[in-house]
């Protein structure tokens, strides 16, 4: 089993690749981003089937590099699976539109398009789609009119361009899967909570720092009002379930999007999760500076999913909020 991970730099690329390489049957994995951290990232994984490309998905003939760097270990075509995961995130999609643009819906249509000549130029006797795996987000979803519960069904109604960019992508590769070309599979990710190193440009960014932070003694700022409800996932969860995707069987899916699991919790009940398990003196480190453009974006998103189909098809599902903040803790 040969696979491709996209934006393999960032933090999910690199935690789905150890998962990955505890897999006995996979015999290379190629890390694709456009950050050089090829050294830092080949010595923290040390493990011989790891490749790095630093390359950037948005120029032209990217595709075939990412081929020709798998042929090279003479893998040609062999490629069973590409976890897309490379994205510009909620903020920065918000601020620099054409960027967004580029990144989050040029890059996966050209990755769609190689995948499907791929499929076109095989044997007819060989003839097996490229697994496409996804990463979505609820962000998909927005404004006023959302009813109380999201299932499987509910129509994408973004409010925010980088939902919108997600929300295309999504009709693209059902499309593609639909006519064959990929076997796809769209995971819309809710927000994960708690991620490590340091605050980043999406708009959901404080959902980690109001816990990440303060237990590092540093200062977090919450942006929003704390009655916000959020619908979140734990890191080792959302990788779980990635990994699992890999061999979940779509014969009989009528439809590729699914709402991975998460729980709803308001910002506050994240607070006393946290004091619960600290004290007064790290929650005196969380200062509440509202800021009109993030919450606009977050309080766009639900925060209540009917996840029981996914459940049924053996994705996971984090306990509680403390259990996550404990996960969080012990490993940091």
Known sequence: ???????????????????????PNLKQLLLVDVTDASKTLLDDLNDKRVQYLCL?????GSFEKMMSALSERSLHRELDCI???????????????ELGMRVNFDITRNLL?????????????????????????????????????INAMTATTPSSSYG????????????YSRKGFIDGLVLRLPTISVRPGKPNQAASSFVSGIIREPLKGEKAICPVNTDL????????????????????????????TINLPGITVSIE???????????????????HTPNEAIEKIVVSWPCDFDITSSLEQGFSQDKDIQSIIMQYMQMN
């Open 1 to 23: 089993m040969n696979i491709i991970i996209t934006g393999g730099a960032g933090f999910l690329g690199k935690n789905l690749a150890k998962g990955l390489l505890q897999n």
């Open 56 to 60: 950037d998905l948005a120029q032209e």
């Open 83 to 97: 976890y897309h995961l490379a994205a510009v995130v909620s903020g920065q999609a918000e601020a620099e539109f």
């Open 113 to 149: 398009e190689g995948c499907r000549l791929i499929y076109q130029n095989m044997n007819k006797e060989n003839k097996k789609p490229i697994k496409f795996i996804f990463s979505s987000s609820l962000a998909v979803f927005g404004g006023k009119l959302l009813p109380k519960q």
């Open 164 to 175: 919108t960019q997600k929300a295309m992508c999504e009709l693209l590769i059902n499309d």
């Open 229 to 256: 409800q959020v619908w979140i996932s734990s890191p080792d969860t959302v990788i779980k379930n990635f990994i699992h995707a890999l061999t979940l069987k779509t014969d009989g899916l009528t439809y590729r």
């Open 269 to 287: 009940q994240m607070i006393v999760a946290l004091k619960s398990k600290t004290n007064q003196s790290i929650i005196d480190l969380i200062e």
